[in-house]
């Protein structure tokens, strides 16, 4: 019983130490894994060496975003040629929001995953000129190589220390002893499932880069021209509701001048017109 809990001890403190230390890099999970191997004279020697097999220097990860801003004459055919390019990249549609409201300029938003191998490529091309015209553009990179090393030497120090308490289980002959293993080795899973998401995150990140188009329309599409009668009769039209309004507008500005005219010319005529008639020897003049 003695030399159980001292093995378990051993484990805990090994386990504790590897979780605690995971930013050093992966040298010092591969020595906790051995480390705890070591302690139980096991089967667990085969994960330390897995930890251990684990110590390499990891390439650069980088993790690449950009927005695009073009402005095209149609809209949808830019969008449809831009997703076009991406998936032609081995890229893929990540979300899309158009923008059809009466008032502004039509307009979507795509955003893209590509490959972050091609990631300067795709991006040359969603900003040239078989999309539009390119209004604005910002990239950002970010070096998580760190961090993904970091989350590496967790994983493998977590499933070395897991490796070990399920060795220590089998080895187990009281069932107090089992019950204290078993939770050990929940909590252990639980830390490791953690882990292992933050690993798979990391991975689609560095793995393709989001790139954010804004496709903005020119302007209101040009008007279709017709020919012959048809073409006559609607330009007589567009000039004759032309006329009318340019005629309603001098009307409306001129109306309230025409009123102020009236009102004071009208006294005025009337007294003038007395006055001439009640002068001597003026006679109304009547029929021959």
Not at 13 to 25: F, K, M, N, R
Not at 135 to 141: F, G, I, N, V, Y
Request: glycine share 12%.
């Amino acid at each position: 019983m003695r030399a159980f809990l001292w093995v378990l001890v051993t484990v805990l403190l090994v386990g504790g130490c590897a979780g605690s230390s995971g930013s050093s890099g992966v040298n010092g999970a591969a020595r906790s894994g051995a480390a705890g191997a070591a302690a139980l004279r096991g089967p667990a020697g085969g994960a330390a060496k897995t930890a251990a097999a684990a110590n390499l220097t990891p390439a650069q990860a980088i993790v690449y975003t950009a927005s695009v801003t073009v402005r095209a004459g149609d809209v949808t055919a830019a969008a449809s040629r831009a997703k076009q390019i991406v998936t032609g990249a081995g890229g893929y549609i990540g979300g899309e929001d158009a923008e059809t409201s009466s008032g502004s300029r039509p307009g979507t938003t795509i955003t893209f995953k590509v490959p972050a191998a091609r990631y300067a490529e795709v991006l040359d091309r969603l900003g040239s000129a078989r999309i539009g015209r390119r209004t604005s553009l910002q990239q950002h990179a970010e070096d998580v190589t760190q961090e993904v090393a970091d989350v590496d030497s967790r994983v493998a120090s977590a499933k070395a220390t897991l490796a070990s308490f399920r060795a220590l289980l089998a080895k187990a002959t009281t069932v107090s002893e089992v019950i204290q293993v078993e939770q050990e080795i929940s909590q252990r899973e639980s830390d490791l499932e953690s882990l292992q998401a933050r690993q798979r995150t990391l991975a689609r990140q560095t793995a393709y880069a989001t790139v954010t188009l804004r496709v903005e329309g020119g302007g209101a599409p040009a008007k279709r021209r017709t020919h012959g009668f048809t073409g006559g009769l609607a330009a007589g039209w567009r000039a004759f509701t032309a006329f009318v309004g340019v005629l309603t507008l001098v009307l409306g500005w001129a109306l309230p001048f025409l009123v102020v005219a009236a009102v004071i010319g009208l006294p005025v005529y009337g007294l003038r017109r007395r006055r001439r008639l009640s002068r001597p020897g003026a006679e109304p003049q009547g029929p021959a």
